[in-house]
């Protein structure tokens, strides 16, 4: 578990470091599912699902949580301005987040993954 500290604490130059406890959740979000179907053969793997994997694991291993949101279309909707391009659906996925409580929230495209 992970908190901010203030900008200059500790060593480097300044900005914002992290010290225990605060809740960190790496946000995804993709039209196609993060779960493969039972029985689903290796080499019917979306790319997005292999990261899903990849980033599910590294989140566990780092103690940090993974939100995959599955959007239902491939635009966003607006209550005021109406249909959106898909990339203002990240605003509202990181709202999604903090709304649940996270004290960090980390976007990450679904076609990319940490690497140790």
């Known amino acids: 578990r992970f908190s901010p500290r203030r900008p200059g604490a500790g060593g480097g130059q300044g900005g914002v470091g992290l010290t225990m406890s605060a809740s960190i959740v790496i946000v995804m979000m993709d039209t196609r599912p993060a779960l493969l179907a039972a029985g689903t053969r290796a080499s019917r793997v979306d790319y997005p699902q292999l990261a899903f994997e990849l980033n599910r694991r590294y989140a566990c291993e780092h103690g940090y949580s993974l939100l995959y949101l599955q959007m239902l279309s491939p635009t966003c909707v607006h209550e005021d301005y109406g249909e959106r391009h898909p990339s203002y659906c990240k605003l509202t996925a990181i709202a999604e987040a903090l709304s649940r ?8 495209d679904s076609d990319a993954f940490f690497q140790d």
């Open 101 to 108: 409580g996270y004290d960090w929230a980390v976007w990450l």
